[in-house]
């Protein structure tokens, strides 16, 4: 049974620092792994999806790794800002028995930035 | 493009009651998921609808729950009766490919915050 965990729970940074968080997962065999953003209220932002053949992928300020063979996958922020504020989610998106596509999520990282 | 949108935001109901929850997902996706989130667990998969066909009800709870698409454009998830443990926020997904890819990602709608009293 694939299990996704997220550490830390809650990270609390000032403005400007670069930050990691860290997702990890128990079995090796997925389709590919994203990473979503969460605020209060609100549905989920996809950020980087990386696919199972990839080892990173990157979008502004934002670079996530993948090592699938150790069950990794790290995001890389910097130069935080205040508006960086949220939860982020990590997925791993498996092929269940019926063919459909699931995601497999961890319990997330509460980011604040303080300015 | 309008995005996936839910309804009700809230909902507030009594053990043993019926609630219906509304998702309306983007135009010309195919694909619709409902996953739930209870307090202090992860978001987990409940099912997976390809057009108005079941593709995958795996994470359905128990017989508790109902989720119909009819025509293949909204889905409705029914809970009926509601329990305690039922409390929780219930988010609706499409997507136009099965699998979700760089250029074709799953987008989420704001998710309905069930409470169960």
């Known amino acids: 049974k694939q299990e996704v965990t997220q550490i830390p729970a809650a990270l609390s940074v000032p403005e400007g620092e670069n930050l990691v968080l860290n997702c990890s997962f128990t079995?090796?065999?997925?389709?590919?792994l994203q990473w979503f953003r969460q605020d209060p209220g609100k549905g989920l932002t996809s950020l980087l999806l990386i696919q199972s053949s990839q080892r990173e992928q990157t979008s502004g300020r934002l670079n996530a790794s993948l090592d699938k063979s150790s069950g990794r996958s790290t995001l890389y922020i910097a130069a935080s800002q205040p508006g960086d504020s949220a939860t982020y989610l990590c997925?791993?998106?498996?092929?269940?028995?019926?063919?459909?596509?699931?995601?497999?999520f961890g319990k997330g990282t509460k980011l604040t930035v303080n300015p | 493009e309008a995005g996936v949108t839910q309804f009700p935001s809230h909902s507030v109901i009594e053990k043993g009651q019926t609630v219906t929850l509304r998702c309306d997902p983007i135009s010309g996706h195919d694909n619709l998921y409902w996953y739930r989130r209870v307090m202090g667990k992860e978001i987990k998969f409940l099912l997976h609808f390809v057009k108005e066909s079941k593709q995958d009800e795996s994470g359905m709870p128990n017989n508790r729950f109902l989720a119909e698409r009819t025509g293949g454009t909204y889905s409705t998830l029914k809970v009926q009766p509601a329990e305690l443990e039922d409390s929780g926020v219930y988010f609706c997904?499409?997507?136009?490919?099965?699998?979700?890819?760089?250029?074709?990602?799953?987008?989420f709608g704001n998710g309905t915050r069930l409470t169960v009293t």
């Open positions: 997904a499409s997507s136009f490919r099965t699998v979700p890819t760089y250029n074709s990602p799953l987008h």
């Open positions: 997925a791993v998106t498996t092929i269940t028995q019926g063919g459909s596509e699931k995601l497999v």
């Open positions: 079995d090796s065999a997925i389709y590919n």
